[in-house]
């Protein structure tokens, strides 16, 4: 049973009724059902259709359109419609748009024009939303509700007078009283302490560099606030039907908000995903978001918008290849998504998205594009009793927000060249090659079910994690320019590695980052010589730690590069290609991949319950030296496939499933 009730894995995409007259309805559903598809997502930008004047509501196309869908057994994954606010709406009460930092209120026309923080705005989404649910509550075709759309994707943050009043509200309940908050931002440093709550605003653009500690909290705010809106919409929509899941589509890796805290707060965890067809790493790089989405919750999660070929809103929107869509789709199912959704059904003939690719192109059924949409149809059909099934991964790597929004602060780092996407790239890339499952996780968690922990950065590190970190019992590794603040963005006493001292054994003494095109040797104690680029330490031993590299050549020369205490590994730089460490590490950990050695270069191996996918995003056929014993059936075929060396054609894959030995 899938993640709706729906049984099997879920297929459709956005379906946009409202932009098309209703003779074209028939149609779709009748090519919806010839596809395989079982769940369309709807109303997601229909507020000014649903409620074209205040508290005045047209609901009888949405229900002719869920009743035409149930007919043909699809069903809804119901929007809220409070994705964009209606015109009536922003121009009654212009106060509900937003406002940059440089104190311009964005105009309407485009989507998500709103204040997070707006009462206004708040009150006339909680009202259409249970209207919504009223409506809509009893109705057979709704499987699972979708609120708003895309948070934080054009309104991150707003800078208007109300969301300075509400971040005032946010920080006195966080600092309790005015002295609280000149202590944690530090106030005293250039002259900024406050002496009433009214003096305290949003960090708008100013002469010069903003307090990081301010821009910190607003971070935080700032997800908070949003994460408000959702909360108010969930508590009606539960209220009413307390049995329909809720979800919003969350961005893959988006720096924007705390995935940890939303998800948390909502039933299933979905995603949208667009992979660039342009870019080499783009495989890795979805895989990374998948295996997040997985671990937000750490149950199946589910692919709710892809691109079936070609985006709208890159510089370059290049096209999916032949097979390309399918072995996107697949391996989002492999990496724990219960089924596989685009955006969107029908090719828009007008607006932004025009040129947005969809599963019916403006060229209809006759096209490369239909063909592909029935062939996946049929692929996810024939692997619906993936459905439900988890992974069980050995390694985890840590992503905390707050560490990331403190890293990232402009204008007051020892190097803007760190950013924590590409350092948990640098981890998660060779990772992947080697086909080991990898779980994300919040540094404060409860670790001990992993063997192997590995940390790319905690810039922010507090004594919980520091605890947390210390109970571990397996493999640890750190990453550079870790233990650096608390969580105030307060330098920790002693510096670096500030709470983490302790249990890795080093000091800091200096940070010396490299400038772009400088690269620094690596020499290990086992002959291997590693290449660091753009950070690099002056470090300090203290007591038991064995130092495992030093730095060779330039001021650095023979300082400890890379050190351990116990089980709990130091890296005080960026190698360009950190295998050497990672194999040490992976064999000290007793961890290996999903299909043991010898895994080819373009070749993905994922296990998920008992089925391994085996996905070859390269364009030429490659054999994966399996260890001969049982054998398997490839769902996708059909055909039984003895145990051993299983060969995979270029951008194809095969979904195996254990046979059944015979006593």
């Known amino acids: 049973m899938g993640l709706t009730r729906i049984p099997g894995l879920l297929f459709g995409g956005d379906y946009n009724p409202e932009q098309w007259p209703e003779e074209v309805w028939q149609e779709d559903v009748r090519l919806m059902a010839e596809a395989g598809v079982n769940l369309v997502t709807v109303a997601v930008f229909s507020w000014s259709r649903l409620e074209p004047a205040p508290g005045v509501y047209d609901f009888g196309w949405l229900d002719r359109v869920l009743d035409l869908l149930h007919a043909h057994g699809i069903a809804v994954d119901l929007a809220t419609a409070t994705a964009t606010p209606p015109p009536w709406l922003v121009r009654t009460h212009p106060e509900v748009q937003p406002v940059d930092a440089g104190g311009t209120r964005l105009e309407f026309g485009s989507r998500q024009g709103y204040c997070p923080s707006s009462p206004v705005f708040r009150a006339a989404t909680v009202r259409l939303a249970r209207a919504m649910a009223e409506r809509y509550r009893a109705h057979p075709a709704l499987a699972m509700w979708h609120i708003s759309n895309e948070y934080a994707d054009h309104t991150a943050e707003c800078y208007c007078a109300e969301s300075a009043r509400d971040f005032r509200r946010w920080l006195q309940a966080r600092h309790r009283s005015l002295d609280g908050l000149n202590a944690a931002w530090g106030t005293s440093c250039w002259g900024q302490h406050y002496t009433d709550w009214t003096q305290v605003e949003p960090p708008r653009k100013a002469p010069g560099p903003v307090n990081p500690a301010q821009l910190l909290d607003w971070r935080r705010f700032s997800s908070d606030a949003l994460l408000a809106c959702f909360e108010a919409e969930r508590a009606v929509l539960k209220e009413v039907t307390p049995d329909v899941p809720v979800t919003t589509n969350f961005m893959s890796v988006l720096r924007d908000l705390d995935y940890w805290s939303w998800a948390a707060a909502e039933d299933v965890v979905t995603d949208d995903a667009y992979p660039d067809p342009a870019d080499p790493r783009a495989e890795v790089k979805a895989a990374l978001s998948y295996d997040l989405m997985r671990s937000l919750k750490r149950q199946p999660w589910l692919l709710l918008e892809s691109a079936p070929s070609a985006v709208s809103w890159r510089a370059v929107n290049v096209p999916k290849d032949p097979g390309v869509m399918r072995l996107h789709s697949l391996q989002a199912l492999a990496h724990g998504s219960d089924g596989v959704m685009f955006f969107q059904w029908r090719q828009a003939r007008y607006g932004p998205e025009k040129f947005h690719s969809a599963m019916l192109p403006h060229g209809g059924t006759g096209t490369r594009q239909w063909r592909e949409t029935l062939a996946l149809g049929a692929d996810v059909r024939r692997l619906a009793e993936v459905a439900g099934t988890t992974t069980a991964a050995e390694v985890a790597l840590l992503l905390d927000w707050d560490s990331w929004w403190g890293l990232e602060a402009p204008e007051s780092m020892p190097s803007d060249r760190l950013r924590l996407h590409d350092l948990l790239l640098s981890w998660y890339a060779p990772l992947h090659s080697r086909g080991v499952a990898v779980d994300l996780a919040p540094p404060g968690r409860d670790l001990s079910g992993y063997r192997l922990v590995i940390a790319p950065n905690l810039y922010l590190c507090t004594a919980g994690h520091a605890a947390a970190l210390a109970a571990f019992p397996g493999q640890l590794l750190v990453g550079p320019f870790s233990g650096v603040v608390d969580a105030a963005d307060q330098v920790h006493d002693g510096g670096a590695p500030g709470p983490l001292r302790e249990l890795l054994g080093v000091r800091v003494e200096e940070w010396r980052p490299l400038p772009d095109g400088v690269t620094q040797e690596v020499l290990t104690t086992t002959g291997a010589l590693l290449t660091a680029r753009t950070w690099t330490e002056w470090l300090d031993t203290c007591g038991d730690t ?70 070859n995003h390269g364009t030429d056929p490659a054999t994966v030296p399996l260890p001969a014993g049982t054998g398997f059936t490839d769902l996708l075929t059909g055909r039984p496939l003895p145990g051993g060396p299983v060969t995979v054609g270029p951008r194809d894959a095969v979904v195996l499933k254990p046979r059944p030995t015979t006593p």
């Open 546 to 615: 064995e130092v495992l590299a030093r730095y060779r050549g330039g001021p650095l020369h023979g300082r400890p590069a890379v050190t351990r205490r116990g089980a709990a590994t130091y890296l005080s730089c960026l190698p360009e290609d950190p295998s050497p460490l990672l194999d040490d590490l992976l064999a000290a950990a007793g961890v290996t991949g999903v299909t043991g050695p010898g895994l080819p270069a373009d070749v993905e191996a994922c296990r998920r319950g008992p089925y391994l996918f085996l996905l």
